[in-house]
């Protein structure tokens, strides 16, 4: 069957990995989350105290940033490595959450994140998540998915994720970290989060996964018949 590359974009903590990682499985294609290079940027940029706000700062600073994702064999999944550290774990950490919009809007950073994303690509098989896949890494993908939820709904999966990895975390902190991401993805200046006109909304406020997964599975069926000539 034509391998296809499906982008999943929208807001903070709609489930979008989730629902890449079941696609991903189903199909048999390479999940990547975008999101945790930029995670994993924060990350250095926090532990060697690098100022963002300065250009030169950063410049000098990814020049020392290597990205990998390897495999882990028992998850079937890519984790990333930060200059061959396995950082999947403290990238998920809610200091970085604080961070990562602030670091994610830095033109160069997503220069640097960006180049990287599209070379995966060159193999299709692919299903990416992030805020621009569908509008920049992947203009011209098969199948677009734009996801979105309720907040409170949104609130609930996160802070229930968090809790489980840290007791100290607060429904309210997490509410205000997922708003003001979103409003930060949504209106920074560089490839901010938006719909790509082509493609499908997702709102899944009220499905389950694997309602979800059976109508998604339909759309790529969809677009794997509409680009097989
Ligand atoms: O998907 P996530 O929550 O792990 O993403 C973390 C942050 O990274 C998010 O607040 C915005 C940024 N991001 C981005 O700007 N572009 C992407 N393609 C993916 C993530």
């Not at 990333?80 to 809007?105: D, F, G, P, T, W």
């Not at 011209?140 to 975390?169: P, Q």
């Amino acid at each position: 069957m034509k391998k296809i590359i499906i982008t999943i974009d929208g807001y903070s903590s709609c489930g979008k990995s989730t629902l890449a990682k079941q696609l991903a499985r189903k199909l048999n294609y390479t999940y990547i989350d975008s999101g945790a290079m930029y995670r994993a940027i924060t990350l250095y940029f926090i532990q060697n105290r690098v100022d963002w706000l300065s250009t030169a700062a950063v410049v000098e600073a990814l020049k020392n940033i290597h990205l990998e994702f390897a495999l882990n064999s028992l998850t079937g999944l890519g984790e990333m490595y930060l200059n061959n550290e396995n950082v999947e774990h403290l990238i998920r950490e809610m200091i970085v959450a604080e961070k990562v919009s602030e670091v994610a809007a830095v033109k160069e950073v997503r220069d640097f994140a960006v180049a990287q994303q599209k070379k995966m690509g060159v193999r299709k098989g692919m299903v990416m998540d992030g805020r621009d896949i569908g509008t920049v890494v992947f203009p011209h993908a098969e199948l677009k998915i734009f996801m979105t939820a309720d907040i409170a709904i949104r609130v609930e999966r996160r802070f229930k994720e968090l809790f489980e990895k840290n007791k100290n975390v607060s429904l309210d902190e997490v509410k205000e970290n997922l708003e003001l991401r979103d409003y930060i993805d949504a209106n920074r200046e560089v490839s901010p989060l938006r719909k790509a006109e082509d493609a499908i909304i997702l709102d899944n406020s009220n499905l389950n996964l694997e309602n979800q997964l059976q109508l998604v599975m339909q759309w790529v069926e969809d677009a794997i018949m509409a680009h097989t000539s």
